[in-house]
């Protein structure tokens, strides 16, 4: 972590292009038709746009701005607090006062989570949004007519999936996939149940929400209607709908370019809200943020670049060429996005079904639980899937680790 930056000697005014940093390659694409269309209104500006990859982005970010360097513009996560501690991102505030420009355009618990002491140190990027996507053609051609609806529960998933394993002969082949990691998957049944992985500082999984949630996910691996859990650190959802060799899957909005350009025929997909639990249908959120070197010589025009990137037209040109679901949530950059991924049914009408349930994902929320999560899945999660523990000791083992965590 940029626990201590060095903010000496920095480069100046106008030295070379802005540097832009980002992770995902599937959104390359559409940041870089934003990048263009900003160079084409600042002609006197240009951007070198940097895909990192995600598994080393945090390890080259954290070596460039402890020696006092950097990209000028780059994208922040949940760890922001870290690198707001250590002095190596610059506040917006002053910035924002000046252009007058509002955040209102963005959801609220999006814009807090980079405002630190009234500060605010980043400009929402995007949103998460899960929803299960089905391909059409394997349910045809296995003869299974009970297809995922709008209005489907949890009952109904399973009866589906069984119908789908017990028609399906391949080996290769598998009914649905699920989010079995305990911060997307038992966390976002938690809370679907009503309850809740943190309670007054600290972990409560031990609740009857948290133990009910590792049974559900575990009952799917024992029926075989998932891949076993410990198999899975490889497997790959989207690609294996795009294949046939899976039916249908929760899948994440940054990952929805990937099927929607994907070559096959139009309606081959189509997607449905997450099915109901117990009448709710909540899915974890978080949102990443475009953010500005406190080291930049060039801060004035990497402000001009984060302020396009976040604006109405840099939100709409980023889903337009492929990217996650933009957390500037004006009716035109919506639009946008549901036209982009078009080739999938039901991407609007979903959409809006399931924002209106969202809640911040546990380590987006308290961002000191993300260190443990790597702890919780192989001395948690792994071993109770794997059955060498009983729901009781494992959601016991979790609360024990979250908790120490925010101590």
């Known amino acids: 972590m940029a626990a201590a930056v060095a903010c000496s000697a920095t480069p100046a ?26 160079e084409a209104a600042n002609p006197d ?17 954290d070596a460039s701005l402890g020696a006092g360097e950097g990209p000028d513009v780059m994208w922040q996560s949940s760890r922001a607090p870290s690198y707001v501690e250590g002095g190596a991102l610059e506040p917006l505030n002053a910035y924002l006062e000046r252009d007058q420009v509002s955040l209102d355009t963005y959801p609220k618990q999006l814009v807090d989570l980079y405002n630190f002491d009234g500060q605010q140190y980043g400009m929402p990027k995007d949103q998460d949004v899960w929803t299960f996507v089905y391909n059409t053609a394997v349910f045809e051609k296995l003869g299974v007519s009970e297809v995922p609806t709008a209005d489907w529960t949890w009952d109904d998933m399973i009866r589906v999936a069984t119908e789908l394993k017990a028609k399906q002969t391949s080996s290769a082949d598998v009914p649905m996939f699920y989010n079995y990691d305990f911060n997307r998957g038992v966390g976002s049944l938690v809370h679907a149940l009503g309850g809740t992985v943190i309670k007054d500082g600290r972990g409560s999984v031990s609740s009857p929400q948290g133990i009910r949630s590792f049974e559900m996910i575990k009952d799917l691996q024992d ?4 891949p076993p859990v410990k198999d899975s650190a490889d497997f790959n959802a989207t690609s294996s709908l795009i294949s046939g060799s899976l039916a249908m899957a929760k899948i994440p909005s940054w990952q929805l370019s990937l099927l929607a350009q994907a070559d096959v025929p139009r309606g ?68 946008a996005y549901y036209e982009a991924n078009g080739t999938i049914d039901g991407v609007r009408e979903t959409f809006e079904v399931t924002l209106e349930q969202s809640y911040l994902r546990t ?29 009781a000791e494992a959601a016991s083992r979790a609360d024990a680790i979250l908790t120490r965590s925010l101590q």
Not at 16 to 35: E, F, H, N, Y
Not at 45 to 61: A, G, H, N, R, W
Not at 365 to 388: D, N
């Open 268 to 335: 081959t997909f189509r997607m449905v809200p997450q099915p109901a639990v117990d009448g709710s249908r909540a899915t974890d959120t978080n949102g990443l943020s475009y953010v500005m070197n406190a080291n930049s010589g060039q801060k004035d025009a990497a402000w001009k670049l984060i302020k396009f990137l976040t604006s109405d037209e840099g939100a709409r040109l980023q889903v337009e060429g492929g990217a996650s679901f933009a957390a500037n949530v004006s009716a035109d950059v919506k639009a």
């Open 223 to 226: 029926r075989k209607l998932i």
């Open 13 to 38: 005014d106008n030295e070379g292009p802005l540097s832009l940093m980002i992770w995902d390659p599937a959104q390359t694409a559409g940041v870089q038709r934003a990048v263009d269309a900003f």
């Open 45 to 61: 500006l240009q951007v070198q746009l940097e895909q990192v990859p995600e598994d080393q982005y945090y390890t080259k970010l």
């Open 363 to 391: 380590t987006t929320e308290f961002p000191a639980t993300r260190a443990v999560m790597p702890e919780i899945e192989s001395t948690v999660a792994g071993p109770y899937y794997a059955g060498e523990l009983s729901v």
